[in-house]
């Protein structure tokens, strides 16, 4: 999801040719081929200093480049926006910018960081009675809410940004909110509405021929699948999903989708595939600085340690690093997890799910994490 009205019809014709094609790829989600047409745009313009068009060009290599997981490649860009669009004085898309380095922030699991950039962007928003930028803020800030297990404060966004999206008719950006409740009421336990969500956004997504949302509203319907215990059901919405992550090269969110396959395999104790999905995971969450990520590997690694050698040991060292990342990063719903896992190796149950608002999980391993 982009906030970022881009200004390039201004462009004169020597750059127009090159910046739409740039921007169709990103719209049909080949953000890897959008990239690489924003890079040579940018070149270009730089040599011929076309400096009033370069904001709009740095903004579209950013969102290309958050898009597939380049985070620090983004980063980058995103600044170089701010940077002239400062000299211009465009407040405007400094503020988009703003969310942007956010979003890439959250990416790598830094929701304080990204709440700050978020935070920042909105009392903009708000000054200008931007309410399409208020509401992007909002559902930037949900996602980051998440990371950091408020689950209330999380609902309570992405609901205000949906408030925003429903009285501005856009179908596009609803359907992204969706998404956003899905995954935490998931978090929550609310399995059954989760899916609902998911599905209305699925079929938004496939009538507007979005096809990074559609495999974003797969994934979801397939980890809700998974929570409610209908595994075929669900491997056949993760592999939708996988194939068309694969297909735009977006390995950030492929990475999750190979997690809940390694879960469902772990569940139906098929231990050596288990192994191959969270390890696939473990690559992509290196390749894009995914810190979270990690400990969710070293959740579901560690069942499989525990359930197909015995081995309690590498288990408990694998739960173990789960917590420490957790602990670090402040990621509190991923550390609950760890300290439940850590517990039945004990055998002891830990309660601490209670203070986070969300539902208790199994005090048997395997444990079927949301």
């Known amino acids: 999801m982009t ?71 983004s980063q980058s860009y995103y600044e170089k926006a701010v940077e002239i669009a400062s000299e211009f004085k465009d407040e405007s ?40 930028g208020i509401a992007f803020s909002y559902w930037a800030k949900g996602g980051a809410l998440r990371l950091k297990g408020d689950v209330s404060s999380c609902i309570n966004s992405f609901s205000k940004s949906l408030e925003l999206y429903i009285s501005l008719k856009d179908n596009s950006s609803i359907g992204y909110c969706f998404c956003g409740l899905g995954g935490v009421l998931r978090v929550k336990g609310e399995y059954r509405r989760s899916l609902q969500l998911y ?36 491997k056949q919405h993760l592999k939708k999903a996988l194939s068309i992550y694969n297909k735009i090269g977006d390995i950030v969110s492929s990475a999750y989708t190979h997690w809940g396959l390694g879960m469902i395999y772990t569940l139906n104790r098929k231990y050596s595939l288990a192994r191959r ?43 173990r690093k789960a917590l420490r990342i957790s602990e670090k990063f402040g990621f509190a719903i991923e550390g609950s997890h760890a300290l439940r896992l850590s517990g039945i ?20 391993i395997p444990v079927n994490i949301p």
């Open 199 to 234: 599905s209305k956004a699925n079929e938004t997504f496939t009538q507007n021929h979005d096809t990074f949302g559609q495999a974003y509203s797969y994934c979801g319907m397939g980890n809700a699948l998974r929570m409610m215990d209908d595994l075929d059901k669900s």
């Open 3 to 73: 906030r970022h009205i881009y200004n390039f019809k201004t462009t004169t014709v020597d750059y127009s040719d090159m910046i739409q094609d740039a921007e169709k790829l990103r719209e049909k989600s080949n953000y890897i081929d959008a990239l690489k047409v924003y890079k040579k745009a940018i070149m270009k313009l730089e040599k011929d200093d076309e400096t009033d068009l370069l904001a709009d060009c740095y903004m579209g290599a950013a969102d290309s480049a958050r898009m597939t997981g380049r985070y620090r490649a």
């Open 277 to 319: 999905y969270y390890d696939n995971a473990m690559n992509y969450f290196v390749k894009t600085g995914d810190i979270r990520g990690k400990a969710y590997v070293n959740l579901g690694i560690g069942q499989i340690e525990y359930l197909n050698a015995d081995n309690s040991a590498e288990a408990k060292k694998c739960f």
């Open 345 to 364: 190796t004990e055998g002891k149950e830990v309660d601490c799910y209670k203070d986070l608002g969300i539902k208790n999980l199994s005090t048997v």
């Open 93 to 132: 898309l400094v503020a988009d910018a703003r969310v942007g380095m956010g979003l890439s922030l959250r990416g790598q699991g830094f929701w304080e960081e990204a709440i700050t950039q978020f935070e920042r962007a909105e009392s903009f928003y708000k000054s200008k009675n931007d309410r399409e």
